[in-house]
């Protein structure tokens, strides 16, 4: 598996609390993702980065933000967290944009 | 952006049947990807078709992408037990790398 892990695997939290997701590669990948993951919507892309300091928004990033301050971490925060953020939530690395994309094991948030 | 629907979303299976899932597209595609996923786990790439009409196997699974570009399949021959999951296509702009919705696949044994 290639080098890309997630943090924390589980969290549960309360509403209106801030949380923040970690990803880190070692891998040196330039593409970062971050995705959720619900039942009937298959991975809906929230946030991306192209590299340090260049990120952009996906399909789904209102309540989101992101940063990346280096190659290796790409963080995932919901200011402000709610019911609806409840999900599994998947980064995911690449060489290019539409090459190969690894997958980190996922961390499974509840906000209750 | 791209976007790619995956059809059907569900298929339930007896083992040794076949399976298809299809993705299809509005637009012309650079490439596609198809990943794996299986229950519990995270998804797991396959392949990337690039060129028009190209299909390739994968020992009972055989991946297509059409001749317009906009259309791909995954087809597994014989299914087992093992197959179980949910297959997802993928797409790749210049940078971002969006998905279909994945057909999830159950296997009776």
């Known amino acids: 598996d290639a080098g890309i892990t997630q943090s924390p695997r589980h969290k549960v939290t309360e509403t209106g609390t801030p949380v923040t997701l970690r990803c880190h590669q070692t891998?040196?990948?330039?593409?970062m993702y971050w995705y959720r993951q619900d039942p009937g919507h298959g991975l809906r892309l929230i946030h991306y980065?192209?590299?340090?300091?260049?990120?952009d928004k996906g399909e789904v990033s209102d309540g989101y933000s992101v940063s990346r301050s280096k190659t290796e971490d790409f963080l995932l925060t919901l200011e402000s967290a709610t019911s609806s953020q409840t999900s599994v939530y998947f980064c995911?690395?690449?060489?290019?944009?539409?090459?190969?994309?690894?997958f980190g094991q996922g961390t499974r948030l509840t906000v209750v | 952006g791209q976007q790619v629907m995956q059809i059907p979303q569900y298929q339930h299976v007896q083992e040794g049947e076949d399976f298809t899932t299809y993705c299809n597209s509005s637009t012309t595609l650079s490439n596609i990807q198809w990943y794996k996923q299986r229950p519990g786990g995270h998804p797991v790439f396959l392949i990337q078709l690039v060129k028009s009409g190209e299909v390739k196997k994968q020992k009972r699974l055989t991946f297509q992408f059409g001749e317009a570009k906009k259309n791909s399949s995954l087809h597994i021959t014989a299914t087992q037990t093992t197959d179980v999951g949910t297959y997802f296509c993928g797409v790749g702009g210049s940078e971002k790398l969006v998905f279909g919705k994945g057909t999830k696949l159950t296997v009776n044994p």
């Open positions: 995911a690395i690449s060489v290019f944009g539409n090459t190969e994309a690894f």
């Open positions: 980065s192209y590299g340090v300091k260049d990120t």
């Open positions: 891998e040196n990948h330039r593409y």
